[in-house]
């Protein structure tokens, strides 16, 4: 079980089992919500519980997307395919060690011109 919160710690969960590796999104709506590119993992939203769900505002991104954070503290949280099974949670806001490491970077066509990817992990452009 992996833990985390928000800044404020307003919202709290908790994700049971392994945590998904991680990609790396670098789309516009990304970096626009979160300030520059956003770490995710992946996990069914049955093993995820979720304290303080009052504080989580919803932004409808898109018709099929939506977009979770603290309405206190404004940290991202969540990034929620309403019709799927799983939703993805921000690598930033886990406690401690997650035990996972950055699989891919997503979106590279869109990526900010301030900064490289030179990781060497696979690039899809979108």
């Known amino acids: 079980?992996?833990?985390?919160?928000?800044?404020?710690?307003?919202?709290?969960?908790?994700?049971?089992g392994q945590l998904a590796p991680p990609d790396a999104c670098h789309c516009t709506a990304c970096r626009?919500?979160?300030?520059?590119?956003?770490?995710?993992?992946d996990a069914s939203k049955a093993s995820l519980s979720v304290r303080g769900e009052a504080h989580v505002t919803w932004y409808?991104?898109?018709?099929?997307?939506r977009r979770g954070f603290c309405?206190?503290?404004g940290s991202t949280l969540f990034w929620d395919p309403v019709e799927r099974d799983w939703i993805?949670?921000?690598?930033?806001?886990?406690?401690?060690s997650t035990g996972v490491a950055l699989k891919a970077h997503i979106f590279t066509a869109d990526k900010g011109d301030y900064y490289?990817?030179?990781d060497g992990l696979p690039q899809n452009p979108q």
């Open 88 to 96: 993805a949670i921000a690598m930033g806001a886990f406690d401690g």
């Open 1 to 16: 079980m992996r833990q985390g919160s928000c800044l404020c710690g307003k919202v709290t969960f908790k994700v049971e």
């Open 116 to 118: 490289e990817i030179a």
């Open 60 to 65: 409808q991104s898109s018709a099929k997307v």
């Open 71 to 73: 309405s206190s503290c």
């Open 32 to 41: 626009k919500q979160s300030g520059h590119v956003f770490a995710s993992t």
